[in-house]
């Protein structure tokens, strides 16, 4: 699974995109707030192709929460601390455990949210009821990775896959005249060398319990 609404030139998804990494090898396409700022992927995410928008949308939202492959289900939420007025996710997830029958014994969890305070929250209330709760949307990578007590996977931020010379991604000049001007003004992908950033959840296929999480960091020139 990828989180993927940043890689069309660095903001929102398209069907292009979403091809190239599905026939990399991905199986399912996670995202967050930045899933509507191409307005092309919008048809795309009621259609075939496996991409998920947050499950904690209003009703009526265009897409899908969640999808289920065989025995595993993989799940895309997202937070509301400094992130805007969604539904609640806590009480989503609440509601997809108990009407989903039959539920997959291996849950992985996107949880895409800002504050570290409602991501560690999430894993903690989710703890023993799925496979992994996996944070993403800063794009800073954390070194809390760890299978709790209970046998969930929890990482804070798995981090981003792009460019090191950057900030956060965007150009570094264009984003300090912005923290220097107060202006706003289009922000460029970083050039250069570039990093991957990524976790490898392992979990017993049976139980759906974690059995370990290994952060993965790789540099490429």
């Known amino acids: 699974m990828a989180n993927a609404e940043n890689v069309a030139g660095g903001l929102g998804l398209t069907s292009t995109t979403a091809k190239e990494l599905l026939s990399a090898g991905v199986d399912v ?12 992927i919008i048809p795309y995410l009621d259609g075939e192709l496996p991409i998920l928008r947050p499950l ?5 939202v265009p897409g ?14 997202m937070g509301r601390t400094f992130m805007g007025d969604f539904d609640c996710p806590f009480r989503a997830m609440d509601k997809l455990l108990a009407e989903l029958k039959p539920k997959p ?3 992985m969890i996107d949880f895409h949210a800002e504050a570290t305070s409602e991501k560690v929250a999430m894993g903690r209330y989710l703890a023993g009821r799925v496979s992994a709760v996996l944070g993403t949307h800063t794009h800073v990578g954390t070194i809390d990775a760890q299978v709790l007590a ?7 931020d798995i981090g981003m896959t792009g460019p090191m010379d950057s900030i956060i991604g965007d150009d570094t000049e264009a984003v ?7 202006m706003p003004h289009h922000l460029s992908v970083g050039k250069g060398k570039t ?4 976790v490898l959840v392992r979990v017993a ?4 319990r974690a059995i370990s999480i290994d952060r993965i960091y790789r540099e490429v020139e």
């Open 195 to 198: 990093m991957f950033n990524a």
């Open 205 to 208: 296929d049976d139980s759906g």
């Open 150 to 156: 209970q046998g969930t996977a929890y990482v804070t």
């Open 176 to 182: 300090l005249r912005r923290f220097l001007t107060g």
């Open 56 to 60: 904690n949308y209003p009703p009526g």
């Open 64 to 77: 899908r929460g969640y999808i289920v492959n065989n025995q595993a289900m993989v799940v895309n939420l």
């Open 105 to 107: 014994p291996v849950i």
């Open 29 to 40: 396409l996670t995202s967050g707030n930045h899933i509507w700022a191409q307005k092309e």
